[in-house]
């Protein structure tokens, strides 16, 4: 059972904005970074949000992340066909000392 | 190219051992952390272990801890993880990923526990 909690699925139509949970403790998301994951079928993950709301090169500004207290979310606009993937939520735990994930999201672009 | 490859997955009994190993490429591997996440089949990401640049700082999640050791020679550009006392919960696809941010991922090695 994760202590990061996502919800399982949720799904979009092209074009729309899809936003993703992640609900977790003050040990984690309430003291440090929140990352966000994506996985597409077959893939290794990719990092696709740093520091809460960061970034990487490459990584378009139709993805957005955000945190507020003891949860973060991840928000997708113009969604698109090859957004179709698996997304995880992460943030290091402080009372355990190591890395949590959330269970992930699976995306489905009708 | 930065990259990371791993290795030595397979198929291994319960109770049985085995050593993966992360080939680092195309950035020098000891001015990064490293941490190993695996993923059953079906399932979502789990972290196993992180190590500090120089090994000072190790760190194991509570399911592998006694079972597994994480090391890493910065001189190779190598970084490993010898798995003892296997059971069927810990097949999956194992990765290696560079710092805390998990920024750069391998394409992962399969582990199979079974008999």
């Known amino acids: 059972q994760s202590v990061l909690t996502q919800p399982p699925s949720t799904s979009g139509t092209p074009g729309q904005t899809v936003t993703i949970s992640c609900s977790g403790s003050p040990s984690n998301i309430g003291t440090n970074n929140v990352f966000w994951y994506q996985q597409l079928p077959g893939a290794a993950p990719k990092l696709l949000i740093y520091?809460?709301?960061q970034r990487p090169s490459g990584v378009p500004d139709r993805f957005s992340g955000s945190r507020s207290g003891t949860s973060a979310s991840l928000a997708i606009s113009g969604l698109r066909s090859e957004d179709e993937a698996d997304y995880y939520c992460?943030?290091?735990?402080?009372?355990?000392?190591?890395?949590?994930f959330g269970g992930g999201t699976k995306l489905t672009v009708l | 190219e930065e990259q990371l490859v791993e290795s030595g997955g397979g198929l291994v009994q319960p109770g049985g051992s085995l050593r993966l190993s992360c080939t680092a490429s195309g950035f020098t591997l000891s001015s990064y952390t490293m941490n190993w996440v695996r993923q059953a089949p079906g399932k979502g990401l789990e972290w196993v272990s992180y190590i500090s640049s120089w090994s000072s700082v190790i760190y194991y999640a509570d399911s592998v801890k006694g079972r597994i050791i994480v090391s890493r020679d910065n001189a190779k550009n190598l970084l490993s993880l010898q798995m003892s006392s296997l059971s069927p919960e810990d097949t999956g696809i194992y990765y290696c990923?560079?710092?805390?941010?998990?920024?750069?991922w391998g394409q992962g090695t399969l582990v199979t526990v079974s008999s």
């Open positions: 992460s943030a290091w735990d402080d009372s355990v000392s190591g890395l949590l």
């Open positions: 990923a560079r710092e805390t941010t998990l920024e750069l």
């Open positions: 520091r809460n709301h």
